[in-house]
């Protein structure tokens, strides 16, 4: 049976299945991150009196200061990793910007911060595939405009009104593999805006008709190949997420 027609007999009112990422961007939406490092970390304010002039974002900046998942944890938890709080040219810097990073470990939970360092990862773009199919699956989505409604890297669940569960997919979710069955399904989706199952279901096409934002029909857009790679990408991202969770 369909997913919308479990929903309406009687589990919609489960929790949405969110992702870390997307739960780190809704925490950090509301923990305050964004007063700083600007809409969905994607832009720092400016920061007076520091030489690099405004505070870092989550996207181009993190490798300059975090080089991995450990130290993104110590900036979120301390407020700074522990090679930087040894550093006195770091800490003269420290002293001289307008504004600081606090310090969340105290203010937040465990979980909560493996949240945000899951959200600040994705938007960073980390990790990347190393098999090439899977890698350029990723560039022809964001080329193609997937990451404005999948988020980055398609590791987000964007609010959509009217939705099924009121967001927008993510593609490394737990009811991705409900939503598409494979890369047959997959292909329908991406070429013709929806699959002939949901189609053909009225429960489903209820859903879809009445979302604010609907899943466009790329068709004669697509390269050669658009779909075969982004799919690649795909199973790869969730083996990732996968690996995650066992970990």
């Known amino acids: 049976m369909l997913l919308p027609l479990l929903l309406l007999s009687g589990c919609g009112s489960l929790p949405p299945p969110l992702t870390p990422a997307e739960r780190g961007r809704r925490l950090a939406e509301r923990t305050g991150c964004f007063a700083c490092h600007g809409p969905e970390g994607r832009g720092g304010v400016p920061n007076p009196g520091r030489t690099d002039r405004t505070v870092p974002d989550f996207s181009d900046d993190v490798m300059m200061y975090a080089r991995d998942r450990d130290a993104v944890r110590e900036w979120i938890e301390d407020g700074v990793t522990a090679a930087k709080a040894r550093s006195v040219g770091w800490q003269e810097q420290r002293k001289r910007g307008a504004l600081r990073m606090p310090a969340f470990e105290h203010r937040l939970g465990a979980a909560q911060i493996e949240d945000l360092v899951a ?69 329908e989706w ?29 068709g004669r857009r697509l390269e050669p190949g658009d779909a075969d790679a982004i799919w690649t990408y795909i199973e790869w991202l969730r083996t990732q997420q996968t690996q995650g969770r066992s970990d």
């Open 119 to 187: 959200y600040v990862e994705a938007t960073a773009g980390r990790p990347e595939p190393e098999d090439s199919l899977a890698g350029l699956g990723l560039q022809r989505a964001r080329a193609l405009g997937c990451m404005g409604c999948h988020g980055a890297g398609g590791r987000l669940e964007r609010q959509n009104p009217g939705s099924l569960r009121g967001y927008v997919p993510s593609w490394d979710g737990p009811d991705f593999p409900e939503l598409v069955r494979g890369r047959a399904e997959f292909g």
């Open 190 to 218: 991406v070429e013709r805006g929806v699959s002939r199952r949901f189609e053909q279901n009225a429960a489903a096409r209820f859903f879809i008709l009445r979302a604010a934002v609907k899943m466009p029909a790329y």
